[in-house]
Structures are given as structure tokens and as C-alpha cells.
């Protein structure tokens, strides 16, 4: 893979091509020059390429060469539409609309042929691109004949299929070949064209009426826009087709200028405002594929760098699942052996009635902790670790806020006084992901949290862990509040909206989506030294139901014992230092209960290394 950054040469072919494009309509406007004669020397000026052959000849399989003709005679249809357009209605008003449809042409036709997944920043930026375009052209508000919407229509389909065809070209072949190809089939295509006894006789009439002056703008303007062709071509060359096409609206900024300079069309009220906008969103959404580009050129993450490996345990979770969970907890502790551990004090279950503290579970989970010299983190607060990620007890869920926030400190502070001596307690969790709407609890307020964190640090030193949610929290608040920050971490979730249309989705990210967003909130936060650890790393399925009632063959499919072990490749290579697998219990019962043991010996296998490469 070329680490050449794309979106810069993108950006600097579609300058080109923008200004290329006002120029066009300027000599279409004056009527010197044709849609027909345009398209023939548009195909025809791609015979330059053969000055490229000196720079990167090779031999190139038949099916490749005609893959990239095909992709060169679409390119060449597309252009002529795109004239034929120009003739009829404002350059501002053309593009806009071919530049969001052929780059959602483009996405389709790579998703089937190529097999094209954007990440998630390129999704985002993709969509700010193509919307911009259709807001442009609803603002105009003109009449546009159907001839008119079928040729841009055209247009946008031929780019599309030619950007895509393109690309296979290029993944075969190098670039000067790809390039070359591409522009023969063009060439063939309006060689063509002269077969037809009325397109010669057009083309001499268009010849005759030029004026000389108009035919020397026109050549140049063509060399111009070759630069720009190259350019793209380039662009998809390193990148992906459809995010090339998405940056074809940069060309509105361009024509807009122009446009008000050159062509002296004017713009007011509404649809100026509507430009303006415009110009806002399409900086916005290359933005966000500037992210996406940053991400992807990162260096890797240091794979010699040590890794220590914990976990999660849940009472509640076990029981839920059938188990003994005592039985469950020492096998976890004395068989899989993992560096760290985090526990939960449920508050519902350490004060079943009011001031009635039963620490009895959590206090043998401490001590087995501890004896097998492993450090804990304790989980206290209402919001806690497990569906339904709220433990409020039955006395006080009736309460005010301000009641209950009263109760809860209380408890909390119980908690910390009955461990603050126990050496094995390495930190304390207040709540968990606090300001994530997830669960039945209700999100917690930046002062209540202040509150709970004033209780804990009033009676020991320890550091405290806040959490927020990795692929959708914003870190910021749960990391200005913690001594240490901790994100969780899943691949593929059933999300709780478009989940019973879609099914489980992936997430549409990189391990350097999590880098980049610990160095942006890390600038924000201003604490360059804070610890950043992953707290909950996915290690079961994400089930609709609950996993004792899932079918087991659906459990395997939608997360093999394979699935786990990329997940935990995934996570190494997003550069933290501490990973607590989330599943244990599940590993457990897949062991005892189901006869798979696999889960349980790829987490035995990953905690017995003591650094992880």
C-alpha cells in the first residue's frame, strides 16, 4: 500500500477540473464550440498519454486492458452529457447535482465489483459531500426538463462505472498503464464517432464557425483539465473511488467564485444563503476525510510496547446465566489467571434496606482476589457494569434525585471505608459510563458525579476511573473528571433503534479511529500524562436476547472463537497498554455448559503472556 496522503491531490484535480468546467461553459454560452465537437477532442487529447509510456511501460493482461478501455469509452460518455448539460442550464447548477449523484453510483458499484467498506470518518465526510450537492441544486429551484435530469443522470452512471473500472485496472496493473488504458478507450470511442457521416459534417461546421481565437482557449482549456483528469485518476489510484468522487462538490467552491467572476451569474437572498451554506458544509465534510486520512497514515502501534490483560466479573451476570458463580469466579481467578480484575459493588445488593450494608459476596470476591495477588478495580454508583447497567435498590427507586443522590453517596461511602485498607484495590470506578445513555438508569450530571468522586477522594488516595463509551461517547467529560480515563471497545453490536431491521452491524472503524481520539481529547482535556486504559473490551455476542436463551449456533456464528482473537488483534493494534476482556462468565459457561471450550483457552493463552506482541 502507497502511504501517499490522496485527499490533497483530490483536492488540488477537482480546483482544476472546476475552473476547467466555468471556462467550458463560457465557450458553450458564446456557442463557438459544440457539445459533440467538445466531446470528440475531449476523447481525442487523451492520445497525450502516450508521452506517459516511457515512464512505466509494462505488460498488461489482455482482460485488464479491456476493462480499462471500457472504463475510458464510459469515462468519454460521461463527458458528453455533462456538455450536453452545460448547454442548457448554469454551470452552478450542473455540477453540484453529478457530483452527489455519481459518487453514490460510484459507493454502489465499488460495494458490489470492489468490495468497498468506507471507515467511519470517510462516512461521515461522504455524506456531508453528496447532501451539499442536492441542497444546491433544490435551491436553485428552476425548471429542468426530464432530457435534461436523464442526461445528468447518465452522466453521474458513467463516471461512476468508469471511476470504478478504473481502479481495477489500477489494482493490477501500475499507474502510468492504468492511465494509459483508460484514455485509449476514450480515443476509440470518438474515433468512432467519425464513422457517422453527420458527426464528421458536424464537427467540420462546429471547425468552420469556431473562431480561431475560441479554438486555441479551447485546446488550453483541455490541457488544463488533462492536468486535473490526471490528478483524480491519481486520487483513485490511492485511495477509493467513491470517496474521489465524493470531493467532485470542492468544484462548487470553485464555481461559485468563477462563476460570479467569469460568468457574471449573480446570486441573492435565499440562494446565495443556501451557497453559503454550502461552502460551510462541503469544508465540513473534507474535515472529516481529513480525520479519516490522518487516521489511516498513522504509524502502527508500537508491537514490542507490554500489554497487561484483565477482566470483569458479575455476580449478577453469572447467576443470570445459570451458574455457580462462585464456582465461576475461582476458575476465573486460579485458571485463567488474568493480571488484573474489576468487580462490581452493586449497590442494590450491598444494601438490600436502607443503611443495611451485606458485604459478605463482595468481600470473599476481594479476598480471592487478593490472595492470588491480583489488583482490583471496584465499581461503585447506581450505574454499574450489565444489562440493565442501573442497581438502584427497591427502597430507594421511588425517591427524588436529591434524595437518592443523598443514599447513594452514603453508600459509596461505606464501600470506600470497607476497602480503603485492602492493598489488593488498585483503583476505584465511579459509576460506569456515566454520561452514556445506555441502560435504565438515567445519565448522571456533571455535579453528581463531582459529588460521588468528593466522597471517594475524602476518604482515600487511590486513583479513580471514569468510563464513557468508545465508539460513541465523547470522552472529554468522563476524562477531565478521572484520574484515569477508560473506554470500552466493541466491533459488532445490536443496536437498540435499527437493530430489529438490520440485524447486528459492524462498526465502521479502524484501531486508528481510538488513537486518533485519544490525541484529540487529550489536547482538550489538557492532561497529557492522564492514563488511558480500555475497560471493557467486547469478548462475547452481542445478543437481542439474553445469551442463556440465544441459540448456541447463533452465538458461534456472529462471534466465532476466530471473530475473538481478530477482535483482540484489533484492540493490540489500537496502542493501549491495559485491555480488560469483557466475557468472562460467558467463556465459562460456553466451557461448563456448552462443551466450547475455545473462548476460555484464547483468554487463558492471552494471560499467561506476559507481554503481548
Request: neutral net charge; contains cysteine; glycine residues 6%.
Amino acid at each position: 500500500m502507497i502511504n501517499i496522503p490522496w485527499l490533497p491531490i483530490a483536492i488540488a484535480a477537482q480546483f482544476i477540473l472546476g475552473s476547467a468546467a466555468v471556462f467550458d461553459k463560457l465557450l458553450l454560452k458564446k456557442r463557438s464550440i459544440d457539445a459533440l465537437s467538445y466531446t470528440f477532442w475531449f476523447g481525442f487529447l487523451g492520445l497525450f498519454s502516450l508521452f506517459l509510456l516511457p515512464f512505466g511501460f509494462q505488460r498488461t493482461p489482455v482482460t485488464i486492458i479491456a476493462i480499462g478501455l471500457v472504463a475510458g469509452a464510459l469515462f468519454v460518455l460521461a463527458g458528453f452529457f455533462q456538455f450536453r448539460v452545460l448547454e442548457k442550464i448554469e454551470a452552478s447548477e450542473t455540477l453540484p447535482l453529478i457530483g452527489s449523484l455519481s459518487p453514490v453510483f460510484t459507493l454502489i458499484f465499488s460495494w458490489y465489483i470492489l468490495g468497498t467498506h468506507l471507515g467511519l470518518f470517510d462516512v461521515i465526510g461522504f455524506i456531508f459531500l453528496i447532501v451539499t450537492g442536492y441542497l444546491l441544486f433544490l435551491a436553485e429551484r428552476h425548471e429542468i426538463s426530464r432530457g435534461i435530469l436523464f442526461s445528468i443522470a447518465l452522466s453521474s452512471i458513467f463516471l461512476a462505472a468508469s471511476h470504478v473500472g478504473v481502479k481495477l485496472v489500477f489494482n493490477e496493473t501500475n499507474f502510468i498503464m492504468g492511465f494509459f488504458w483508460a484514455k485509449m478507450g476514450g480515443v476509440l470511442v470518438v474515433l468512432l464517432m467519425l464513422a457517422s457521416a453527420k458527426l464528421r459534417r458536424n464537427l467540420l461546421r462546429s471547425a468552420e464557425h469556431t473562431a480561431a481565437g475560441n479554438k486555441v482557449l479551447y485546446f488550453a482549456n483541455r490541457l488544463y483539465s488533462s492536468a486535473g483528469s490526471i490528478l483524480v485518476s491519481a486520487a483513485i489510484f490511492l485511495s477509493e473511488p467513491a470517496l474521489v468522487d465524493a470531493t467532485q462538490n470542492i468544484r462548487y467552491i470553485v464555481i461559485f467564485l468563477f462563476a460570479w467572476l467569469l460568468l457574471h451569474e449573480r446570486f441573492r437572498g435565499r440562494i446565495l444563503a443556501f451557497k453559503l451554506v454550502a461552502v460551510v458544509l462541503i469544508s465540513f465534510g473534507l474535515g472529516w476525510l481529513t480525520l479519516g486520512e490522518y487516521v489511516r497514515i498513522l504509524p502502527p502501534a508500537n508491537p514490542d510496547r507490554p500489554i497487561v490483560w484483565g477482566t470483569t466479573f458479575s455476580k449478577y451476570f453469572a447467576n443470570e446465566m445459570g451458574l455457580d458463580w462462585r464456582a465461576a469466579y475461582k476458575a476465573i481467578i486460579n485458571d485463567l489467571k488474568p493480571k488484573k480484575i474489576r468487580l462490581i459493588a452493586n449497590w442494590n445488593a450491598i444494601e438490600r434496606e436502607q443503611n443495611l450494608y451485606d458485604f459478605a459476596d463482595l468481600d470473599w470476591q476481594v479476598g480471592e482476589a487478593a490472595k492470588n495477588h491480583i489488583p482490583i478495580i471496584l465499581v461503585v454508583g447506581e450505574k454499574a457494569p450489565r444489562w440493565p447497567e442501573c442497581y438502584i435498590p427497591d427502597w430507594a427507586s421511588s425517591m427524588s434525585s436529591e434524595e437518592k443522590n443523598l443514599e447513594l453517596n452514603s453508600y459509596i461511602r461505606e464501600v470506600i471505608l470497607r476497602y480503603r485498607d485492602s492493598p489488593a484495590i488498585e483503583m476505584w470506578q465511579v459509576e460506569n459510563e456515566p454520561f452514556l445513555n445506555f441502560g435504565e438508569c438515567r445519565r448522571r450530571t456533571v455535579e453528581e458525579m463531582q459529588s460521588e468522586i468528593a466522597v471517594v477522594k475524602a476518604i482515600d488516595s487511590r486513583l479513580v476511573l471514569i468510563t464513557d463509551g468508545g465508539e460513541l461517547g465523547l470522552w472529554k467529560p468522563a476524562a477531565n473528571l478521572g484520574d484515569v480515563f477508560g473506554t470500552t471497545m466493541y466491533r459488532r453490536v445490536y443496536p437498540k433503534i435499527i437493530g430489529p431491521i438490520f440485524g447486528l452491524i459492524d462498526y465502521p472503524i479502524t484501531p486508528n479511529y481510538f488513537r486518533l481520539k485519544e490525541t484529540v481529547i487529550r489536547q482538550f482535556t489538557n492532561k497529557p500524562d492522564q492514563q488511558y486504559i480500555v475497560i471493557e473490551l467486547q469478548g462475547e455476542p452481542w445478543s437481542p436476547k439474553y445469551l442463556n436463551i440465544t441459540p448456541i449456533d447463533w452465538q458461534l456464528k456472529n462471534f466465532s472463537p476466530q471473530y475473538f482473537s481478530e477482535t483482540i488483534d484489533f484492540a493490540k493494534a489500537t496502542g493501549f497498554e491495559t485491555y480488560y476482556l469483557w466475557g468472562a462468565e460467558w467463556w465459562y459457561w460456553m466451557k461448563e455448559e456448552q462443551g466450547h471450550s475455545e473462548y476460555w483457552d484464547i483468554a487463558r493463552g492471552l494471560f499467561a503472556q506476559p507481554s503481548q506482541k
